[in-house]
C-alpha cells in the first residue's frame, strides 16, 4: 500500500512539471511563452502588415470585418468571433473563436487548411488541435465550413494567428488574425 501511494505521489509531481497542451487549449505553457508579444513587438508587427497590405495594395484591416483575400478568387476567411477592435481581435477568457470559411470561384478544400501561432522565426502550427472544432454550417450560417471552438483556458495576452486555405481550383487565402485575449 505504501509504495502504490509513493508510486501516485511520484507520477503526480511528474504530471505538474511537464507542460501540457490542455493548460491553454491550444498551446502549452512553453508554447506561450514563445508567442505572446510585448507591446512594442506588438505594434511594429502590426505596423510591417499594414506596410506590406499597403505595398500590394491589399486594404488589409478594412471595412469589411474579418476578410483579407490576397487573391480575388481564394476563399473567403471570415472571423464572426471575437469581435474586430481597430487593428485586432479582442478575446477575453473563456475564448470564443467562430471562423466561417467560404469559396469564391470554387468549394473550399478543408485539408488544405493550416493553421498556425507565430511570433517572428517560432511558429506553431495548431492545425490538428483546432480540427476537432471543425464542423458543417447549421441554419443561417453563410459558410461551407466553420470552426466554433470554445476555449475554457487561453493565456492571457497577444498572440499573431494565422490561417491559410485553398480552394479546390488551388486558389489560396492567408489571413492573419491578430488576438488579444484578457481575463475577464
Known amino acids: 500500500m505504501r509504495s502504490m501511494l509513493i508510486g501516485f505521489i511520484s507520477i503526480s509531481l511528474l504530471l505538474l512539471q511537464v507542460p501540457s497542451v490542455f493548460s491553454?487549449?491550444?498551446?502549452?505553457?512553453?508554447?506561450?511563452?514563445?508567442?505572446?508579444?510585448?507591446e512594442e513587438d506588438w505594434v511594429d508587427e502590426?505596423?510591417?502588415?499594414?506596410?506590406?497590405?499597403?505595398?500590394?495594395?491589399?486594404?488589409?484591416?478594412?471595412?469589411?470585418?474579418?476578410?483579407?483575400?490576397?487573391?480575388?478568387?481564394?476563399?473567403?476567411?471570415?472571423?464572426?468571433?471575437p469581435e474586430r477592435t481597430g487593428d485586432h481581435y479582442r478575446a477575453f477568457i473563456p475564448l470564443r473563436l467562430l471562423v466561417y470559411f467560404?469559396?469564391?470561384?470554387?468549394?473550399?478544400?478543408?485539408?488544405?487548411?493550416?493553421?498556425?501561432?507565430?511570433?517572428?522565426?517560432?511558429?506553431?502550427?495548431?492545425?490538428?488541435?483546432?480540427?476537432?472544432?471543425?464542423?458543417?454550417?447549421?441554419?443561417?450560417?453563410?459558410?461551407e465550413y466553420v470552426i466554433d471552438a470554445k476555449i475554457p483556458k487561453i493565456g492571457a495576452g497577444r498572440y499573431l494567428i494565422v490561417l491559410t486555405v485553398a480552394d479546390t481550383a488551388g486558389n489560396?487565402?492567408?489571413?492573419?488574425?491578430?488576438?488579444?485575449?484578457?481575463?475577464?
Open 46 to 81: 502590426i505596423y510591417q502588415y499594414r506596410l506590406d497590405q499597403n505595398k500590394s495594395g491589399k486594404s488589409g484591416f478594412g471595412i469589411t470585418r474579418g476578410i483579407n483575400t490576397p487573391t480575388e478568387s481564394g476563399p473567403t476567411v471570415l472571423i464572426m468571433h
Open 172 to 184: 489560396l487565402n492567408e489571413q492573419k488574425a491578430f488576438l488579444e485575449v484578457s481575463k475577464n
Open 24 to 38: 491553454s487549449g491550444f498551446f502549452s505553457a512553453d508554447e506561450i511563452q514563445q508567442l505572446q508579444f510585448g
Open 102 to 143: 467560404k469559396g469564391q470561384k470554387a468549394p473550399v478544400d478543408i485539408d488544405s487548411l493550416k493553421i498556425k501561432g507565430k511570433r517572428g522565426f517560432f511558429t506553431v502550427d495548431i492545425t490538428e488541435r483546432t480540427k476537432k472544432f471543425l464542423r458543417h454550417p447549421q441554419q443561417g450560417e453563410d459558410a
